[in-house]
């Protein structure tokens, strides 16, 4: 009986891989709805601020991850390393945190205005 280490080592490394970003991203919403919340009740400006610019970094950064999913990586000369995965996906975020801290999409201050409208 032969078993296959590299393919159980692989199926392990995805396994925890795909752990820790769920470990992320449950984190990062239960921070945002923890601002959120505190905005909301306090009615605090500086508050609905960070939690509206938040959430477009939020956005964004999925927006870049459901974009990433459509590239095919079938055709590539070279197959993608796990390590070169991982660092696409924290250079993407890093990416999309710096892109929304500029505020040029606007995201974040159309949600901003919206909070004060309703808040009022």
Same mark, same amino acid.
């Given at each position: 009986? +032969? ?9 392990? +490394? ?24 505190? !905005? ?10 960070? !939690? &509206?610019?938040?959430?477009?970094? $939020? ?21 993608? &390393?796990? !390590? ?23 995201? !974040?201050?159309?949600? $901003? ?8």
């Amino acid at each position: 009986m +032969s078993i296959n280490i590299n393919s159980n080592v692989n199926i392990n +490394s995805d396994m925890l891989k795909s752990q820790v970003a769920m470990n992320k991203e449950e984190g990062r919403i239960s921070d945002f709805k923890k601002i959120m919340e505190d !905005a909301v009740e306090g009615k605090k400006d500086e508050k609905l601020k960070e !939690a &509206s610019e938040e959430f477009e970094i $939020y956005f964004l950064q999925m927006m870049m991850k459901e974009m990433r999913k459509t590239v095919n990586k079938d055709d590539s000369f070279i197959k993608e &390393s796990n !390590a070169e995965k991982i660092f696409r996906e924290e250079l993407d975020n890093q990416m999309m945190i710096e892109l929304g801290k500029t505020g040029q999409i606007g995201l !974040a201050k159309s949600i $901003y205005e919206r909070l004060i409208i309703e808040n009022e």
